[in-house]
Every structure is written in structure tokens, then in C-alpha cells.
């Protein structure tokens, strides 16, 4: 999986892990208003790593947590799925909107047999430093978006977006270079 080779989701091993990653996940979504170093006790227990001055809202959902890295002063808004099969990668002072999806998941599409059968592979996702992700974007497979670059809300965003754009739209484009 973690070579982007083709895997199956029902390996044993990979389900366990999903478990364990979904129990601290049901506490972390339960937390109070008020429980902010629970939650960042839970995080710090749940992701490969998240940097000072980092945080999540609730509800906060992914597959394994342990191949997400978010550096420092970044901020996750409500509701962000991060479907984790390949690394995630966040930079510094990203703020992602409420409803985002990072996705590493890739399913076979011209090998029915091969996707009847719930083979998958993955390919990570590269969030730079200063990133502005909009409500309810879509970072698909493979993707990685550069430093200093606003993702408008409601994009989708299939290809890789370079430093210092504002890039929008189904699929994502960019639309105009930033100072």
C-alpha cells in the first residue's frame, strides 16, 4: 500500500489498523467544547505528527492517522476527511475549510475484474506551507499543491497547483498568479 502498489482493503492487518485509528477517532469526535489539550493528547496519539500550534475540529475523520504529518500553526476546520492510504502531507499554516477531502485512494478503472474484486492502490497528497483550502474542497490522489496557493471553495482538484495561485473550479485551474 504504502509503495502505491495494488492492496486490498480487507487484509486483516489493515483492517485492525483502521479499528484502532476509528477508537481514538470516536473519542476525539466526542470531545467537549472546552477539552482542547484532550484533544490535542488524542491527535498527538493518532497522526504521524502535528506541529506547535496546530488543531482540528471536530468532526474529524481518516483511515489509519498514523500517515498524516501537519507542521505547525495549521488549522483543519469541521467535518475534514483525510482518507490517509498514502501520506499526507500538511504544511505550515495551512488552514483547510469545513468539508475538505484529501484523498490517496485509486481504485483500477479499466480493470473491472480487478476493482470487483476491492483492489485499490494509493498515492499521497503534498499540502506547501500557507495553503488556503476552501470549504468542501476535493484534493484527489497523487496531488500536491504548492507554498503560498488559495484552492477556492468547492474545488476539485486533480492535478498538481503551483506556488502562489489562486486556483478554482471542477476540475481545478488556475486562475490567477498571487503576489
Request: aromatic share 6%; hydrophobic share 40%.
Amino acid at each position: 500500500m504504502l509503495l502505491g502498489e495494488l492492496y486490498r482493503d480487507n487484509d486483516a492487518d489493515l483492517v485492525a489498523e483502521r479499528k484502532a485509528c476509528q477508537r481514538l477517532l470516536d473519542q476525539f469526535n466526542a470531545t467537549g467544547a472546552d477539552e482542547d489539550s484532550l484533544r490535542l493528547d488524542l491527535l498527538k496519539r493518532l497522526l504521524g505528527s502535528i506541529g506547535e500550534g496546530s488543531w482540528v475540529m471536530p468532526r474529524f475523520q481518516c483511515d489509519y492517522g498514523s500517515l498524516i504529518t501537519i507542521g505547525s500553526n495549521s488549522f483543519l476546520n469541521y467535518d475534514a476527511i483525510l482518507m490517509d492510504c498514502a501520506p499526507i502531507t500538511i504544511g505550515n499554516d495551512v488552514s483547510i475549510g469545513p468539508r475538505a477531502q484529501l484523498l490517496t485512494a485509486l481504485h483500477p478503472m479499466e480493470d473491472h475484474e480487478a476493482r470487483r474484486q476491492r483492489w485499490e492502490s494509493a498515492a499521497p497528497v503534498v499540502i506547501g506551507d500557507n495553503v488556503w483550502l476552501g470549504g468542501g474542497v476535493i484534493v484527489c490522489p497523487g496531488v500536491t499543491i504548492g507554498d503560498d496557493t488559495v484552492i477556492g471553495a468547492g474545488s476539485v482538484v486533480t492535478k498538481d497547483v503551483p506556488s502562489r495561485v489562486f486556483a478554482a473550479g471542477n476540475p481545478c485551474r488556475v486562475i490567477r498568479e498571487l503576489p
